[in-house]
């Protein structure tokens, strides 16, 4: 999805760097989604206050707020996932596995 | 702090829902689950996944779904429905979990105060279900028949209808629907959609869920 809808809006992304330790995908604001992001799925409030501080900083509360939906959209989008053993059908399984390969995360306990 | 209406009203939706009688559950065992589920997300040293703290199967299911989900092997499902569950009562149990984690989850990400939960409402389960159930091939769990006519995802919870609209409900405020879905440009005028497709990506690494 990442690849796609960034291709068409015409600022290809980095798929890359959601498993990076650091980067932007090569988008507006990339790093501090990141770090916002990471910071949620951490147990360090202080780390998260930061990371929250700093994306307001930089785009506004409106901005954080709909950032921080989405994490709670996928915090219950990956367990309906995980918790349902969702798989791909064939058409698609092709292009997630190689995808997976080229992420490393084809080793995930949900890959199998 | 100024939270979207929608996104407030979905947010209190979903746990008036998790406090509700469920189609196999009676809202008290729903708000039991819940609690586990929310204690579960938020704990700072959980128990591993192997363990199953409850000695409950609901609520070790709840609280594997709620902190481990990407532990979860069909062994496992299989292990739990050969005890007793009824592969019915596992969906609803996700359903419930996955209804009380996001309002809690964005309220922590946001930095608003955490909600609690609603005192269980009187009644007996409502028996709604699917008219007609149908084992999956790309879920471990039954679906609403026809089985595998949608991606996974979306047949996930058909079996429990209730559960299944209080999921996309929650889908639309929080992210899209699916109709804006197909639009690559769609946003709300904050994220751009590769931006959130980015904190999509990256929390679902996190959560290590391959799907």
Excluded at chain 1, 88 to 112: N, P
Excluded at chain 2, 29 to 51: H, K, T
Aim: hydrophobic share 50%.
């Amino acid at each position: 999805m990442l690849s796609w809808s960034s291709t068409e809006s015409g600022t290809p992304a980095d798929i890359m760097a959601i498993t990076e330790e650091a980067g932007d995908a090569g988008l507006p604001l990339g790093a501090e989604l990141i770090a916002f992001t990471d910071a949620i799925a951490g147990a360090d409030d202080a780390a998260l206050v930061a990371a929250r501080d700093a994306l307001v900083t930089v785009a506004g509360e409106a901005f954080m707020i709909d950032a921080a939906a989405v994490v709670a959209n996928f915090e219950m989008m990956t367990r309906v996932a995980d918790g349902t053993g969702a798989r791909f059908s064939e058409e698609g399984a092709d292009h997630r596995a190689a995808l997976g390969d080229k992420l490393h995360i084809s080793g995930f306990t949900s890959a199998h | 702090m100024i939270v979207r209406d929608d996104l407030v009203e979905a947010h209190r939706v979903s746990l008036a829902h998790v406090a509700s009688p469920g189609a196999r559950l009676t809202a008290a065992r729903r708000v039991q689950i819940a609690e586990v589920a929310r204690d579960a997300y938020l704990a700072v040293e959980p128990s591993p996944p192997w363990v199953r703290p409850f000695g409950d199967p609901a609520l070790d299911v709840a609280y594997r779904i709620a902190r481990h989900a990407g532990t979860i092997t069909e062994q496992w499902y299989e292990q739990i429905i050969t005890e007793g569950m009824h592969p019915l009562d596992w969906v609803e149990i996700v359903g419930v979990v996955i209804a009380t984690i996001p309002p809690v989850a964005f309220a922590r990400a946001a930095g608003v105060a955490l909600p609690g939960l609603p005192a269980p409402i009187d009644g007996e389960p409502t028996g709604r279900e699917a008219a007609e159930l149908a084992p999956a091939k790309l879920n471990w769990v039954p679906v609403a028949a026809p089985a595998d006519k949608v991606a996974s995802v979306v047949q996930a919870l058909s079996a429990l209808p209730d559960e299944w609209d209080n999921l996309w409900r929650l889908a639309g405020a929080q992210y899209m629907s699916d109709r804006q879905m197909d639009d690559p440009l769609w946003n709300r005028g904050t994220l751009s959609r590769p931006q959130m497709e980015l904190v999509a990506g990256r929390l679902s690494l996190i959560r290590e869920c391959f799907f």
